[in-house]
């Protein structure tokens, strides 16, 4: 079976989100996903997270790594 198509499929209008309690994880993970993709908000703490990142990975794919801070009291 084939769709008939060549070339590299084009991912639009979603993004995939990982999240994590642990910084160390979730800049693994977000460096993993770096790796041959390209960077569109480099590893860093907001106001919200820890650590965040937003990534295109070597396929196209759109995440987003989140390790969000514990909301205020």
């Known amino acids: 079976m084939s ?3 060549q070339g590299a499929a084009a991912y639009a209008g979603f ?3 990982l999240a994590t309690q642990h910084v ?3 800049k693994a993970w977000f ?3 770096a790796a041959e993709g390209h960077i569109t908000m480099p590893w860093q703490e907001t106001f919200w997270a820890h650590g ?3 990534v295109t990975d070597k396929f ?3 995440w987003m790594v989140n390790v969000a ?4 009291a």
């Open 3 to 5: 769709d008939g198509k």
């Open 15 to 17: 993004t995939l989100s």
């Open 24 to 26: 160390a994880q979730g």
């Open 31 to 33: 460096e993993a996903l």
């Open 52 to 54: 965040f990142g937003m």
């Open 60 to 62: 196209g794919i759109p």
């Open 69 to 72: 801070k514990p909301p205020q």
